[in-house]
């Protein structure tokens, strides 16, 4: 959701996306037909394998430094999330081609840190509004189809794939053995997620004010129907990735904070279903963090954000988000370019949170004991 245009005036990147173009007589015709770039694939994923690391990043502009994934490589995780904001385009237009966004991705499938990962490690994805095509765009974006369309050529999902026939990019897997499985439920919060309610107080709210309206959605009904037979599946740890936050509540910044209710039946689902092992994971705000919320859920549920890896915010915005009055919030933030992992030791039943830089040093920790990661 940060505001391309927002980075770009403390200096962090020289390219200048334009986010919020409305002419589409500015671009349609010029870019008309643009060649599909390259699809990016990874090693297949063996659900029978034994997962101990996972590593986990959003907000990369190909654009610039790759150094970081140096580092993810060093860590040597089993698998990789790219929980969104995956490339940045030079350009954000309504251009149904998606031109720039194209040439972003083209730029990503030739950073060769990304590629050296993706031959060795599995890579699990979905994206935010900057690899939807549009900043805040939601349902009402008139290139949904066209992104998602794209989404799949990039990833290089087969034609077998359930998110080739059906809207969204959402989609899970199941790996390890019995009594150490680990489910990746990667959600899409962009595609049906509803139009979000303008702010009448920007210094209290931001851009967006929190609406109770029960017509507005941030997965749909089909994606909300699919979750709930995923968090019934059997797992021991479950890693439900969403794009934005969804615990951090007293922010300025897109999230599930915009749509209360909505936040609600996610919890409300999780005790519903009795799904044991739910460890929230988020990025999108170009800092990373962890967060805790401990009312109305059914055990406490931790949100491990990790957000930018090439991207972090500066200057004054740097010092609102790091001190921030958040109640939720049971970490001091990182503010530098970083990457996350989770790490689980089945012996001891526990897993820890790492949030590394980018020589994948540990900057901030915290650990959960599995088995108390379910409803009493």
């Known amino acids: 959701m940060f505001h391309s245009g927002e980075i770009m005036r403390q200096g962090l990147f020289a390219i200048s996306v334009v986010a919020g173009l409305t002419s589409a007589g500015t671009s349609q015709g010029v870019f008309a037909e643009t060649p ?4 990016i694939s990874s090693v297949d994923i063996n659900t029978g394998s034994l997962v101990s690391r996972i590593a986990l990043g959003s907000c990369f502009a190909p654009q610039l430094d790759h150094d970081i994934w140096n580092g993810v490589k060093a860590s040597k995780p089993d698998l990789f999330l790219f929980t969104g904001d995956n490339v940045y385009s030079s350009e ?13 991705y083209q730029l990503l499938g030739d950073v060769r840190g990304f590629a050296e990962l993706r031959s060795t490690v599995p890579v699990m994805v979905t994206w935010d ?15 949904r189809q066209e992104a998602e369309e794209l989404h799949e050529h990039v990833w290089a999902q087969s034609k077998s794939d359930p998110r080739r026939s059906r809207d969204g990019v959402y989609y899970s ?24 309610k303008p702010s009448s107080d920007r210094k209290r709210f931001g851009k967006f004010e929190p609406s109770s309206a029960v017509d507005k959605t941030m997965l749909g009904a089909e994606q909300w129907s699919w979750l709930a ?15 934005v936050a969804i615990v951090a ?47 109305n859920v059914p055990y406490p549920l931790v949100e491990f954000m990790s957000s930018s890896m090439n991207l972090p915010i500066t200057g004054d915005t740097a010092i609102k ?35 590394r830089d980018e020589a994948g040093n540990s900057l901030r ?10 409803k009493r």
């Open 36 to 39: 599909m770039p390259s699809p």
């Open 321 to 355: 988000y790091r001190d921030e009055s958040e109640p939720r919030k049971i970490s001091t933030s990182v503010m530098q370019a970083n990457f996350g992992t989770v790490d689980i030791d089945w012996q001891q039943r526990k897993v820890e949170f790492h949030i």
């Open 229 to 243: 037979a995923e968090l019934r599946k059997e797992a021991d740890v479950r890693l439900v990735v969403s794009s």
């Open 129 to 143: 509004d900057h690899d939807y095509g549009m900043n805040d765009a939601g349902a009402s974006w008139i290139a």
């Open 249 to 295: 509540d007293n922010h300025d910044m897109e999230g599930w904070r915009t749509l209360p209710l909505e936040r609600q039946k996610l919890y409300d689902l999780i005790d519903d279903t009795a799904a044991n092992g739910v460890i929230l994971i988020s990025g999108d705000r170009h800092f990373a963090g962890f967060y805790r919320e401990t009312e």
């Open 365 to 374: 920790t915290h650990q959960l004991n599995i088995d108390d990661l379910q």
């Open 92 to 104: 954000e237009t309504e251009n149904t081609d998606l031109p720039f966004l194209k040439e972003a």
């Open 173 to 196: 897997g199941i790996i390890g053995p019995d009594r150490q499985r680990v489910q990746v439920i990667m959600l899409d919060t962009r595609f049906f997620r509803s139009d979000l």
